[in-house]
């Protein structure tokens, strides 16, 4: 797929890259020394961990001296074999631990932050349930309807849960045979995010997670309409299809329709450049005192840069989750 123009911000110092599919190709900087490759520091932090008890073998290379923020790989190319074996972007098997895995991602950067990570184990569906809506910042937001959809749709999941915890939700999700993803409506994914990260995260930290997820929806309701016109007209132009800018968008569905409720994650990442260098800058200060007390996002510098690594291990989460057939390359200037 055609990569999404990306935008400067100077004074943020933040820039997103192209949007990229499942089959592009691209060379891989975190290598261990067994011979795996990976696209991120978190997911070698990970492999290392788990199969070598945390002691890199010989030969295992970082770029920039180990350093986490480090340049980022970009996803390789599977081929034929690679398919057939089931092999995922990062050379593990396709298995229900890959979403885990990117959740654990999210986890290891913020672990690079500050202490994050609650250490309250909630065993009971209910319990993370009560957690989960008890501490939603619904407070934080002016308007109800800017969160309302991803709440109730929290609410709903684990109802679901607490009423079958023997039966994963995601499985009754419709998928696209064609596309090989969910059609599930992007409020619900975006809910089924919080839903896993949430409980592991602190109170503190969820709600800022929270914050950010209401934010990135906001940001799709707002332009992704006009977003899916522009890629469609790109697509136009450059011969990828024989349609003009009608199928995916149409009029009526710019004045009525809200994008979360209507649309699928096929196309969620078009508006990933805007909503970094343009959204945040602009909303977070809307939030007033309640942006001060923030540790991990907000409109300084630094913290627009934590929102471009937490949106990277994002896509790799909606990938993972096939709700999406793309990922995302960001970098900031720290990466060049």
């Known amino acids: ?4 123009n990306s935008t400067n911000k100077d004074d943020a110092s933040v820039q997103a890259r192209a949007r990229r599919r499942r089959n592009d190709q691209s060379s891989r900087d975190y290598t261990c020394g067994c011979g795996k490759s990976y696209l991120s520091y978190p997911a070698l932090y990970t492999h290392l961990k788990q199969k070598h008890q945390g002691s890199p073998p010989q030969g295992t290379t970082q770029p920039n001296n180990m350093n986490p923020k480090a340049n980022r790989g970009r996803p390789k190319r599977l081929d034929e074999n690679d398919l057939k074996e089931g092999k995922s972007d990062d050379e593990r098997s396709i298995s229900n631990n890959e979403p885990d895995e990117t959740i654990e991602q999210v986890l290891l950067f913020l672990d690079s932050i500050g202490n994050f990570r609650s250490v309250i184990k909630y065993e009971k569906e209910e319990e993370k349930q009560s957690y989960l809506l008890s501490s939603f910042p619904k407070d934080y ?30 499985n009754k999700e419709e998928i696209d045979k064609d596309k090989n993803i969910k059609k599930t409506q992007i409020s619900k994914i975006l809910a089924y995010f919080l839903v896993a990260i949430g409980p592991q995260l602190t109170e503190e930290a969820y709600k800022e997670m929270a914050t950010f997820i209401v934010l990135f929806s906001m940001a ?16 136009y132009q450059q011969g990828d299809t024989d349609k003009k800018t009608q199928s995916l968008v149409k009029q009526d569905q710019n004045i009525n329709a809200v ?6 994650g096929e196309h969620i990442l078009l508006i ?34 934590n929102a471009v690594y ?27």
């Open 1 to 4: 797929m055609d990569p999404v």
């Open 141 to 170: 937001f002016t308007n109800s309807n800017d969160f309302n959809s991803i709440y109730n749709n929290i609410k709903d999941i684990t109802n679901e849960r607490i009423k079958n915890p023997d039966q994963d939700p995601l």
């Open 220 to 235: 799709l309701n707002e332009t992704g309409y006009q977003a899916l016109q522009n890629y469609e007209q790109e697509q």
């Open 259 to 264: 994008y979360c409720e209507e649309q699928n």
């Open 272 to 305: 990933t450049n805007d909503f970094i260098l343009s959204f945040l800058p602009l909303n977070f200060p809307k939030l007033g005192n309640v942006e001060k007390t923030f540790r991990i996002f907000g409109s300084p510098d630094e913290k627009l840069k």
């Open 310 to 336: 937490v949106t990277q291990h994002l896509s790799y989460w909606l990938y993972a989750m096939k709700f999406t057939n793309s990922r995302l390359a960001l970098y900031t200037d720290d990466d060049q």
